[in-house]
């Protein structure tokens, strides 16, 4: 075959173009209720399937707090030169920059320090540990069990290997994080840094609680809020912004904020800023992956209009009513229930058995720990959310089905085929009402 640049996909490699037009078959014969992620917009994948790819861009770029118009900035590269070590044109410096700009204002402040070269969220937590701790140095964070992520300090990420991590656990009936009680941990383990973060614990966080209860410590730990399942709610105020009680905030772009697999670290300070990026590169990584940025820049965008905003109303409205119909049915929450568009169903034996049989009748969900669990292998929750529904157009008064659905798949068992084909039917049919994908 002859090189080209030019041929599409099904010519150059058509095993590749059928496995991807399968997926895209299996997506669209699903009900997308996996928490940890939501349906890509047509424009974000656009900028990821960019001319950007081509190029290299290491290195940071920097033109202060107020962003020129683009014309200004090409004027100025042209007397200037590139500020990176590898030039990668104005355009591109441009639109790393506008990524910035956007989402510091979506979070609050132009002022804010951002970066968008973390390649993942766990890249960017471990940025943070590398950039503001010594060696050792002492952290306290929330147990998986209890919602913390494994990039918070578990035994088997780096973040666990390389620092001294106390972790705060509770139990599944707790409704609310205790800040006196992280703060009780922080002064016992006498912590450099706490993050909190919650990858499954669905109620909201009071940020400005835990800081207080922080700030009476001396010396005062720093404070990392992981937001990466809650950043698409924040700008909505679905969820309590932690800027300003939070030092550093960091997240990705694709759970709930509608942009690309990439991570973002937000600092309130801008020396502490710089710390983690010279953490982040040359520390751990080399060239930001542009296409990305863009889709970053992007997806803040998205999130600042009407329409978003009615979309993740519904998502949050819809999983409160999905809580309720599914008490009815005898499902019960863990964490006394939710707050956000996350919900996790506790009390289920064999859950990972259970998630993987739901995907099997077009149900996509995942098994998930909650407190009591000794590992993910004898996980015994169900984590669902709801903003892939939101998207399709779904809302509260969805709930009902959506519940009964729920119920018959998870009391199917793999033998009761009449059961399976009617999950598989319904499924089908509510599929087939949503002639169009909406929302972002």
């Given at each position: 075959?002859?090189?080209?640049?030019?041929?599409?996909?099904?010519?150059?490699?058509?095993?590749?173009?059928?496995?991807?037009?399968?997926?895209?078959?299996?997506?669209?014969?699903?009900?997308?209720?996996?928490?940890?992620?939501?349906?890509?917009?047509?424009?974000?994948?656009?900028?990821?399937?960019?001319?950007?790819?081509?190029?290299?861009?290491?290195?940071?770029?920097?033109?202060?707090?107020?962003?020129?118009?683009?014309?200004?900035?090409?004027?100025?590269?042209?007397?200037?030169?590139?500020?990176?070590?590898?030039?990668?044109?104005?355009?591109?410096?441009?639109?790393?920059?506008?990524?910035?700009?956007?989402?510091?204002?979506?979070?609050?402040?132009?002022?804010?320090?951002?970066?968008?070269?973390?390649?993942?969220?766990?890249?960017?937590?471990?940025?943070?540990?590398?950039?503001?701790?010594?060696?050792?140095?002492?952290?306290?964070?929330?147990?998986?069990?209890?919602?913390?992520?494994?990039?918070?300090?578990?035994?088997?990420?780096?973040?666990?290997?390389?620092?001294?991590?106390?972790?705060v656990g509770f139990d599944a009936d707790t409704e609310a994080l205790d800040p006196e009680a992280v703060a009780e941990l922080a002064h016992e383990h006498r912590a450099e840094m706490v993050i909190i973060g919650a990858s499954s614990f669905p109620r909201r966080i009071v940020w400005r609680a835990l800081a207080d209860a922080l700030g009476r410590l001396s010396p005062k730990p720093l404070l990392v809020a992981d937001i990466a399942h809650f950043a698409g709610l924040v700008p909505t105020g679905a969820y309590d912004n932690p800027l300003p009680w939070a030092d550093v905030v960091t997240m990705v772009g694709y759970k709930t904020l509608g942009g690309p697999k990439s991570g973002i670290i937000i600092s309130r300070s801008a020396d502490v800023g710089r710390r983690i990026e010279?953490?982040?590169?040359?520390?751990?990584?080399?060239?930001?992956?542009?296409?990305?940025?863009?889709?970053?820049?992007?997806?803040?965008?998205?999130?600042?209009?009407?329409?978003?905003?009615?979309?993740?109303?519904?998502?949050?409205?819809?999983?409160?009513?999905?809580?309720?119909?599914?008490?009815?049915?005898?499902?019960?929450?863990?964490?006394?229930?939710?707050?956000?568009?996350?919900?996790?169903?506790?009390?289920?034996?064999?859950?990972?058995?259970?998630?993987?049989?739901?995907?099997?009748?077009?149900?996509?969900?995942?098994?998930?720990?909650?407190?009591?669990?000794?590992?993910?292998?004898?996980?015994?929750?169900?984590?669902?959310?709801?903003?892939?529904?939101?998207?399709?157009?779904?809302?509260?008064?969805?709930?009902?089905?959506?519940?009964?659905?729920?119920?018959?798949?998870?009391?199917?068992?793999?033998?009761?085929?009449?059961?399976?084909?009617?999950?598989?039917?319904?499924?089908?049919?509510?599929?087939?009402?949503?002639?169009?994908?909406?929302?972002?």
């Amino acid at each position: 075959m002859t090189y080209s640049l030019t041929a599409p996909l099904s010519t150059v490699d058509p095993l590749m173009a059928d496995l991807l037009a399968r997926e895209h078959e299996r997506q669209a014969a699903s009900l997308h209720m996996l928490a940890p992620s939501m349906l890509v917009s047509r424009a974000v994948q656009e900028c990821v399937s960019s001319p950007l790819s081509n190029l290299d861009g290491e290195g940071y770029v920097d033109c202060g707090t107020d962003l020129p118009g683009i014309e200004a900035y090409e004027s100025s590269y042209r007397h200037v030169g590139s500020r990176k070590y590898n030039p990668s044109g104005p355009v591109a410096e441009y639109v790393e920059l506008l990524a910035r700009d956007r989402l510091a204002r979506l979070f609050g402040s132009s002022e804010l320090h951002v970066n968008v070269h973390p390649a993942a969220g766990s890249v960017a937590n471990y940025a943070v540990f590398r950039g503001l701790l010594g060696r050792d140095g002492r952290v306290v964070a929330l147990a998986p069990t209890a919602g913390g992520h494994l990039s918070h300090g578990t035994p088997i990420h780096a973040t666990g290997m390389e620092y001294d991590v106390r972790q705060v656990g509770f139990d599944a009936d707790t409704e609310a994080l205790d800040p006196e009680a992280v703060a009780e941990l922080a002064h016992e383990h006498r912590a450099e840094m706490v993050i909190i973060g919650a990858s499954s614990f669905p109620r909201r966080i009071v940020w400005r609680a835990l800081a207080d209860a922080l700030g009476r410590l001396s010396p005062k730990p720093l404070l990392v809020a992981d937001i990466a399942h809650f950043a698409g709610l924040v700008p909505t105020g679905a969820y309590d912004n932690p800027l300003p009680w939070a030092d550093v905030v960091t997240m990705v772009g694709y759970k709930t904020l509608g942009g690309p697999k990439s991570g973002i670290i937000i600092s309130r300070s801008a020396d502490v800023g710089r710390r983690i990026e010279r953490a982040l590169f040359p520390g751990l990584q080399g060239a930001p992956r542009l296409a990305e940025i863009a889709a970053l820049g992007t997806a803040a965008h998205i999130a600042t209009t009407p329409g978003y905003h009615e979309m993740i109303s519904r998502a949050v409205a819809l999983a409160a009513a999905l809580e309720c119909e599914l008490r009815v049915h005898g499902r019960q929450p863990a964490f006394g229930g939710t707050d956000t568009h996350m919900l996790v169903l506790h009390r289920l034996p064999g859950a990972t058995r259970i998630a993987a049989h739901l995907e099997h009748l077009g149900l996509l969900l995942n098994a998930n720990m909650v407190p009591g669990d000794r590992n993910p292998s004898a996980a015994s929750g169900l984590r669902l959310g709801t903003v892939a529904l939101a998207q399709l157009g779904f809302t509260e008064n969805d709930a009902p089905e959506l519940a009964q659905l729920l119920t018959w798949a998870i009391d199917a068992t793999d033998a009761d085929l009449e059961a399976s084909d009617r999950v598989r039917r319904e499924v089908r049919e509510l599929l087939s009402t949503l002639n169009t994908v909406k929302g972002t």
